[in-house]
């Protein structure tokens, strides 16, 4: 009986959300008796099988900053399609003010070779092989929209074949093939 129920709690637990805190920034505003002290957090969250997002909040104590960026953040959850569920389909570049990212593609075994923002949130998406660089500015929010500016940015095979009209086979075939021409022309 208690193994049955530690496989329920186990499918439970994953079908929940999994929460990072990213970066918590005190703010202080001077008014007329003094200062006013306040915190922003930003959260990113994701069911790591190919749906993040991500929130900021600002409240006068850090639980509930972060509970309104929690909240936030689930309210603008996307889909970022995966290849073999364990990396990026291909290499791409966002941006987003000052804060610019470039996320290629890794073989299996590399694991998540990223900082910061971006290391989170590849943990909640559930990525396990990519190798991300971040250009320009290191604030967390730029970082972190930039990011998500390059990972809506995706196409998958599939997405790409409905696009044009053609079979999935016809595009993947393609790439291997252009891939195996390079390859032959190297050696000769």
């Given at each position: 009986m208690t193994q049955q129920a530690d496989r329920r709690n186990k499918?439970?637990?994953?079908?929940?959300l999994v929460e990072r805190l990213v970066h918590i920034n005190r703010v202080a505003k001077t008014v007329k008796g003094g200062r006013t002290m306040s915190f922003a957090a930003v959260v990113v969250v994701g069911d790591?099988?190919?749906?993040?997002?991500?929130?900021?909040?600002?409240?006068?104590?850090v639980p509930e900053a972060i509970t309104k960026a929690t909240?936030?953040?689930?309210?603008?959850?996307?889909?970022?399609?995966?290849?073999?569920?364990?990396?990026?389909?291909?290499?791409?570049?966002g941006r987003f003010g000052a804060g610019k990212v470039f996320l290629r593609t890794a073989p299996a075994g590399t694991g998540v070779i990223a900082g910061g923002p971006m290391?989170?949130?590849?943990?909640v998406l559930g990525v396990?092989?990519?190798?991300?660089?971040?250009m320009g500015s290191n604030n967390?929010?730029?970082?972190?929209?930039a990011t998500f500016n390059a990972?809506?940015?995706i196409n998958s095979p599939r997405m790409v074949a409905a696009k044009r009209g053609k079979k999935v086979g016809d595009i993947v075939s393609r790439r291997e093939n252009s891939n195996s021409a390079?390859?032959?022309?190297?050696e000769a």
């Amino acid at each position: 009986m208690t193994q049955q129920a530690d496989r329920r709690n186990k499918t439970e637990k994953k079908d929940e959300l999994v929460e990072r805190l990213v970066h918590i920034n005190r703010v202080a505003k001077t008014v007329k008796g003094g200062r006013t002290m306040s915190f922003a957090a930003v959260v990113v969250v994701g069911d790591q099988k190919g749906r993040a997002g991500y929130g900021s909040g600002k409240a006068s104590e850090v639980p509930e900053a972060i509970t309104k960026a929690t909240n936030e953040a689930k309210r603008n959850m996307v889909r970022i399609p995966l290849r073999e569920g364990r990396t990026l389909h291909h290499d791409i570049a966002g941006r987003f003010g000052a804060g610019k990212v470039f996320l290629r593609t890794a073989p299996a075994g590399t694991g998540v070779i990223a900082g910061g923002p971006m290391r989170a949130i590849f943990e909640v998406l559930g990525v396990q092989d990519v190798v991300a660089k971040s250009m320009g500015s290191n604030n967390p929010y730029n970082m972190i929209k930039a990011t998500f500016n390059a990972l809506e940015g995706i196409n998958s095979p599939r997405m790409v074949a409905a696009k044009r009209g053609k079979k999935v086979g016809d595009i993947v075939s393609r790439r291997e093939n252009s891939n195996s021409a390079k390859l032959s022309v190297e050696e000769a």
